[in-house]
């Protein structure tokens, strides 16, 4: 998990801490969630007993941007983070929450099984992608020694 920073003045040190984005975090504290955005210089704090579910979704366009949405106990939902990608994170995030909170619910269900199968994918793609450059810069390696040969051989 990213390093915890010093308590600010008079505020406790968070328990668990995700950055992401530029500038963003999500702070777990024994009894709230708190989603900051310094840029924008937007901070929300969510008592951690006025959460009902919360629900993670792919982002519209990058689906790999998640989209933290958090119901409350008077049923509105608030968009709570978006363009966040730290699952790594976010998974060690889950279980203190889990142990604060055990009332709140989680969509999906299997939360915690989905961003595991995230991490996958995202570390299997790199993977592919990393081979794809290599077989082609030692396709273009092959091909300028083949043509150094024909050139050779040829005169």
Do not use: W
Not at 31 to 39: H, S
């Amino acid at each position: 998990m990213s390093q915890l920073p010093p308590p600010e003045d008079g505020e406790a040190a968070p328990l668990a801490l995700v950055r992401y984005g530029l500038a963003k975090e999500i702070r777990l504290y024994p009894d709230a969630l708190t989603f900051i955005e310094r840029e924008d210089g937007e901070v929300n704090r969510f008592i951690l007993a006025s959460i009902r579910r919360i629900s993670l979704q792919p982002g519209e366009k990058i689906p790999s941007k998640l989209v933290l949405l958090v119901e409350l106990e008077d049923s509105t939902t608030v968009i709570a983070a978006e363009g966040m990608t730290n699952v790594r994170d976010f998974r060690r995030l889950l279980p203190r929450l889990r142990e604060l909170a055990p009332a709140i619910e989680f969509e999906p269900a299997d939360l915690d099984d989905q961003l595991l199968q995230a991490v996958t994918n995202r570390r299997q793609a790199n993977l592919g992608c990393y081979a794809t450059v290599l077989v082609s810069f030692g396709l273009v390696a092959l091909l300028c020694v083949i043509g150094n040969l024909v050139r050779t051989l040829g005169h």
